[in-house]
Each structure stands twice: as structure tokens, then as C-alpha cells.
């Protein structure tokens, strides 16, 4: 390839645009916060900012908490008890026995971004979560609870609603893999029946990783799920007009997630009266703000005669989007996972990410599991790859001959194209033979790269200098520009590939190939490290497919037997 005045321009501004992107982007405003820096010692120094004040959405909708009830105009004296805490090695819920909400969630085995404290999600938006309400006014008359065991808390309120009296009993059990059994049970203590109108048992609030975590994320997927019939989702920050959706079909489960981590909860049926969303903004400044989102299940109308009981099961989730703990609980909502927007591609990558599991299970290391899915993945394309190595080889040769074509045709376009494919045939060459294993490729990166770009699993997992496998593989930082080892190599690494790579015809488009590299070294820098790890092994073995095709070769000079006149160009 030849280094001319223009290309050395092109490579001299691209690689101005690579070094200069993130200060402009921080002057211009661009950016509306700081990174962490990154370093090698594994601990991530990305904080959760200080929230300033909240300001309310258009569509938000809360509701106050319950009110105590009073006889003769004098206001009941309830009972107040402490927060009350149950958990087991997975989570740790507190439990606010006055409005009969979980106050919290802590996640034992997940850190925050500083690694210093586990995350806890506990932004709720009011009434709160797992809060029973009704579309009628309850006020609480006694509040009774009773931890059974460590994991185990039974709590008992008597309630009035227009002056009649029932009971509501809220059961919950924390079982294995994130899961917490809940049980719902109204009794009505009055001598009339009484009437019950749109009761609604609301899940956590959640936010996005930045804010839920201090995770400094490329993407994110941040919204409400539900199954009704198929699964759907809700942006969380659609408009009003296509957040407050009126869904109010049966519902079989509903959930709230960002990138990493879940809540979703499923009743023993159906919500048979759907759902209702939610949702709180929080603005930190005049530029940046995010949301927090909740959903309410919905239960239609019942009426319970005197001493009449309904009990309503529920199982609620809330933890890491990992497909194993999903499936267990509800193989649908395995699609919370939003690996992808389109389902061949969705299918393409779970099945990657399964595969990555079981090899960390073999081999005990994320890192070595993208090393091993790799090589599979390349030995899965080897025959496709060399059979377009040789095409491009082949084409390389018919060059002076295709040459000779377009001087011989250059007044007559459609003559030149017949006898080129003329020649085409002749030597068996398929011009369109080196593209293939591209194409072919295509689906498999862009499937990988959504499952190492969504997998919770690979969140703080080190590798070699790779701190955390989720994020670049930042080392240390030169003039605010960070320093990324793994998309560096692999920008060289396309080089070397390149070089050995048998050249275009064409000089504009050996000129564009050159500049590749250096495009994509823009538009990968901060790419998961991971990611990066995947596609450097990558193009080492490339290299290695080239060098020993380049042997194989070696003796092999013989130029093309057939000659313009012999393709029929006379």
C-alpha cells in the first residue's frame, strides 16, 4: 500500500479525532459528568452522584401513605415498630410493618461500583413495595407483626374501609436463588359484605445502573416488562402518552429492570384486572436528570361476604438478570434480558451466554471462557475463512487480466462487465468470495458483543490487567485520555492483518481498508474489555489462518493459464 499526500491526511485527521474525542466532547458539554478514572488495582472509583432535589413527572402517581383510623372525631393510637429485617446469603429485605412495604432490598454477593458496599435497592416510589392498596381509602386501626425465622416475617393489620373493619395479612418467605414467597390475605371482620375495588401490590422502584450503583455503562435498557400472552415492554422514559398505558387484560407476571438487575413479580394466576405503571423524576442539575420506575399489579373487583377470606400467592424476584436464576423462577422472563432488539439475534446470543457459563464453570475464569468461545467460534469458521482466503488469492492473480478488460471496454460498460464474468467463470473465482466470512461473522459478533455488554456475570470480573471485564481495560490515563491495552493491540493487530491480506485492485479502496483500523479504533475505544479480548484473540488467530496459507503458497507462482484472447475477449 502506498502512503500519498492524501492518505497520510486521512490518517493524521482520524487519528486526531480518536485522541481528541472525549475532551471535546467534555468542552463542548457533551458529557454532563466525570468518569472515574480507571486503574489497575481492582477497585472502581465511580460514585453514584449527590442528588440535588426530586421533581415530579407529569405522569407521576403516588400514593400516601396508609392513615390511621380515629373513633369520635379522635385519632387512633397505633402501635410503632421498628423496621424488621430478614434475609438469607442472597438478600437481605427490610420490612416496614406500619404500611406493610418492603423498605429495602440489599444484595449480599453484589457491590456497587466502588466495590465497598453492596447495591440496595431501595428508592421506592410511594405507597411502596409489595404495598396493598385499593382504589377506596383504608385506614390502619392495629399493626401486629411476627418474625417466625430469619427468613420468615408474618404481618397482621386490622384495617377499616368506610367504617368496616377486616384484616390484612401479608406473609413473606425468602426462598433460594432471589426468590421471596408472598402471601396476601383479606378477611372481612365486619357483619355486611364488603367491597373490594382494584386491589394493587406494587413492586420495587428501580433505577438506572449509574444511579442504582455508580456504574459507568455504555447502554443501558431501563424500563417496565410484562407477559400478556407475549411479552411487552414500557420505556421508562417514553412520553406521558406512552408510559400511563391503559393495560387492564390479564396480566401473568410484571417487573421493572435496568442493564444488570431485575424485580419481577408473578401472582398464582393471572393480575386479572393488568397492570398500572409508575414512575418519579429525579433531576441532579439543570442537564441531567433520570427516572425511577415501579409497576402495580392490578386484581379486579371481589366482594367478601362476613368472615369471608381471599388470599392472594405471589412470588416476587429481585436480583441479577442472570438466565439460570430467570428461567428457574419463569423461563418467559428470561427475555427481560433485552440482549437484543431482535429476536433471532436475542436466541443467537442467550445461547452464546449459556455457553460462556458453562465454560467459566469448567475452567474458572470469564476471561479464559472468551479466550476458549473464541477459538470455537474460529474453528467453526476456518474452512469458510480459507475458502475465502484462496478466493482472494485467485482474484489477486486475475488483476493484470481484469486490467487489460477495462482498457480493452472502457467506452462499452456492459461489454467490460460480461467479459469479466466470462473470466470469472473460466478460472472459477467468485468475486464476491472474500465477503462472505464477513457477512457470515457479522451475526456472531454483534450477538456477542450483546452478551458481554449485558452480562451481569462478567460485571467485576478481572482479567489479567482488566480490572473489571464490563468496562474498558483502562491502565492509567495520558492527558485525560484513558489508556486501553486490548483495543490498542487490536488496532494493530488489523494492520499486521491487512498487510498480509492479499490487496485490493482498486487504490481508493486500499486506501479505505487502510483507514479502517483507525475507524474502528474511534468507534471501539470503549468497548467492553471483554469485547475487545474476544475480537484481539480474534484477529491473532486471522493472522495465524494468513501466515499459514502464506506457506502453504509459497511454491505456488504460476500465473493464470488462459490469457484475454483465450477468455473470448476478441
Excluded at 461500583?113 to 385506614?139: H, K, L, Y
Excluded at 462478567?458 to 490515563?477: G, K
Amino acid at each position: 500500500m502506498k502512503f500519498d499526500k492524501t492518505t497520510i491526511v486521512v490518517v493524521v485527521a482520524c487519528t486526531a479525532l480518536v485522541l481528541g474525542w472525549t475532551p471535546l466532547c467534555k468542552y463542548m458539554g457533551w458529557i454532563s459528568y466525570e468518569s472515574a478514572p480507571s486503574a489497575p488495582p481492582p477497585i472502581v472509583t465511580t460514585t453514584p452522584p449527590v442528588i440535588e432535589k426530586n421533581v415530579p413527572a407529569k405522569s407521576d402517581k403516588t400514593v400516601p401513605p396508609l392513615p390511621v383510623a380515629s373513633e369520635n372525631g379522635v385519632k387512633l393510637t397505633v402501635k410503632k415498630y421498628d423496621n424488621i429485617t430478614i434475609g438469607n446469603e442472597d438478600l437481605t429485605i427490610t420490612i416496614d410493618p406500619h404500611d406493610g412495604v418492603i423498605a429495602g432490598i440489599k444484595l449480599n454477593n453484589y457491590d456497587k461500583a466502588n466495590r465497598t458496599e453492596p447495591i440496595s435497592i431501595s428508592d421506592n416510589i410511594q405507597p411502596g413495595a409489595f404495598s396493598v392498596s385499593s382504589a377506596m381509602p383504608w385506614e390502619i386501626l392495629s399493626v401486629h407483626p411476627e418474625k417466625i425465622s430469619p427468613n420468615v416475617l408474618a404481618l397482621t393489620r386490622i384495617m377499616t374501609q368506610n367504617g368496616q373493619r377486616f384484616e390484612l395479612k401479608q406473609l413473606w418467605e425468602l426462598k433460594n436463588d432471589f426468590q421471596t414467597a408472598c402471601t396476601v390475605s383479606l378477611r372481612n371482620l365486619s357483619s355486611a359484605p364488603l367491597n373490594f375495588s382494584k386491589i394493587k401490590i406494587m413492586t420495587n422502584g428501580l433505577e438506572p445502573m449509574r444511579y442504582l450503583a455508580g456504574d459507568d455503562t455504555r447502554t443501558e435498557v431501563f424500563g417496565i416488562d410484562y407477559f400478556a400472552e407475549k411479552f411487552k415492554s414500557i420505556d421508562a422514559t417514553a412520553k406521558d402518552e406512552n408510559f400511563d398505558v391503559n393495560i387492564d387484560y390479564p396480566v401473568s407476571w410484571i417487573g421493572v429492570t435496568n442493564k444488570y438487575f431485575a424485580c419481577v413479580m408473578k401472582p398464582e394466576g393471572d393480575f386479572d384486572g393488568g397492570l398500572e405503571p409508575f414512575r418519579k423524576n429525579t433531576r441532579i442539575n439543570p442537564k441531567e436528570e433520570y427516572y425511577t420506575v415501579a409497576v402495580a399489579g392490578v386484581f379486579s373487583d371481589f366482594q367478601l361476604v362476613a368472615g369471608e377470606v381471599k388470599k392472594f400467592k405471589l412470588n416476587y424476584y429481585s436480583g441479577p438478570k442472570e438466565l439460570k436464576a430467570l428461567a428457574d423462577f419463569d423461563p418467559s422472563t428470561q427475555q427481560i434480558m433485552h440482549l437484543s432488539m431482535f429476536s433471532p439475534m436475542e436466541w443467537i446470543s442467550r445461547q452464546l451466554l449459556r455457553f460462556l457459563v458453562w465454560l467459566k464453570s469448567i475452567c474458572g475464569s470469564w476471561g479464559w471462557s472468551i479466550i476458549i468461545l473464541t477459538v470455537i467460534v474460529r474453528a467453526a469458521f476456518w474452512p469458510i475463512t480459507q475458502k475465502a482466503n484462496r478466493s482472494m488469492k485467485n482474484m489477486q492473480k486475475l488483476q493484470p487480466l481484469i486490467k487489460e478488460l477495462k482498457e480493452k471496454y472502457k467506452d462499452n460498460q456492459q461489454m467490460m462487465n460480461t467479459k469479466m464474468m466470462e473470466l470469472y467463470k473460466i478460472h472459477k473465482v467468485n468475486p464476491l468470495g472474500g465477503c462472505l466470512p464477513i457477512l457470515l461473522q457479522i451475526p456472531v459478533f454483534i450477538a456477542l458483543y450483546s452478551t458481554i455488554d449485558s452480562s451481569v456475570e462478567l460485571r467485576h470480573s478481572s482479567f489479567w490487567w482488566a480490572h473489571d471485564l464490563a468496562q474498558p481495560d483502562t491502565v492509567d490515563t495520558v492527558l485525560g485520555i484513558a489508556i486501553n491495552p486490548l483495543v490498542l493491540a487490536m488496532t494493530l493487530l488489523m494492520l499486521v492483518q491487512q498487510r498480509l491480506t492479499p490487496a485490493a485492485a482498486d487504490p481508493m479502496q486500499q486506501k479505505m481498508m487502510m483507514i479502517m483500523p483507525l475507524v474502528m479504533l474511534f468507534f471501539l475505544y470503549n468497548l467492553p474489555s471483554g469485547l475487545t479480548l474476544y475480537w484481539t484473540v480474534s484477529q491473532i488467530i486471522s493472522i495465524i489462518q494468513l501466515l499459514i496459507n502464506q506457506k502453504l503458497n509459497k511454491d505456488d507462482t504460476a500465473e493464470p493459464a488462459k490469457t484475454a484472447s483465450t477468455a473470448k475477449t476478441s
